[in-house]
């Protein structure tokens, strides 16, 4: 059973253009959404973060949409360059009843092409 | 950036050998965790330390152990590996933010 449902798993944009990747989740108690982002041979690094009580939460040309109802979260890169090029991962995780360990989307690779 | 680091980063054994990963911080964080990493699956969970001497099972904890008997270290015992243990393990820290830094993963390969 996947918590965490990510798509699509792969995502080509030109530079300049708009990258948009969905995740779902399913668990209700789920209170706090991660986005990572990882380049070939490096650690996941947290990109940005959104808890369920804004609906919307922008970092730079990177932001997180949520959807309470709809059990989905986004995130849109806003003038994708290729430097922005790498794996993202959607996470979640129910903070607030016990901390629980982040459970993670399956990823998406991401090419920005010039 | 946190300070974690795992050792080794790279590490080529045999089938049925023991295989011990280590991860260290600084960042003084309450919980660490070790997740795998392999294609088409993700990060997923192996086991998790929320205190000294506290430990639970994540999603894929059968052939490992752990142990942590001092805040900044975290132990991944693999007792007799085999090739299905192949992966990209990553060790990750976080306080009670609920935030979670990754260290630079350790390369392990089972033969």
């Known amino acids: 059973q996947q918590q965490v449902k990510q798509s699509p798993q792969s995502l080509i944009v030109q530079k300049g253009g708009i990258s948009i990747i969905n995740c779902a989740y399913e668990n209700t108690a789920f209170d706090y959404f991660p986005w990572y982002q990882q380049f070939p041979g490096k650690g996941p690094a947290l990109l940005i973060a959104?808890?369920?009580?804004?609906s919307e939460k922008k970092e730079g040309r990177f932001t997180i949409s949520f959807n309470k109802s709809a059990k989905q979260f986004s995130l849109h890169i806003m003038d994708s360059q290729p430097g922005d090029s790498a794996t993202y991962f959607c996470?979640?995780?129910?903070?607030?009843?016990?901390?629980?360990?982040?459970?993670f989307g399956k990823g998406t690779r991401l090419s920005v092409i010039a | 950036d946190a300070g974690i680091t795992q050792s080794p980063r790279h590490k080529v054994t045999e089938t049925g050998t023991p295989v011990t990963l280590r991860c260290h911080q600084t960042e003084n964080h309450r919980y660490m965790y070790w997740y795998r990493q392999d294609p088409g699956h993700g990060l997923r969970l192996i086991h998790y330390?929320?205190?000294?001497?506290?430990?639970d099972k994540g999603e894929v904890s059968d052939g490992y152990s752990v142990s942590r008997s001092k805040t900044e270290d975290f132990l991944l015992t693999l007792e007799s590996a085999t090739s299905s243990q192949t992966s990209v393990y990553f060790c990750?820290?976080?306080?009670?933010?609920?935030?979670?830094?990754f260290g630079e993963g350790s390369r392990l390969t089972v033969l």
């Open positions: 990750g820290s976080g306080g009670n933010t609920g935030e979670l830094f």
């Open positions: 996470a979640a995780s129910a903070y607030n009843s016990g901390n629980t360990p982040l459970v």
């Open positions: 959104i808890r369920p009580d804004v």
């Open positions: 330390s929320y205190g000294v001497k506290d430990t």
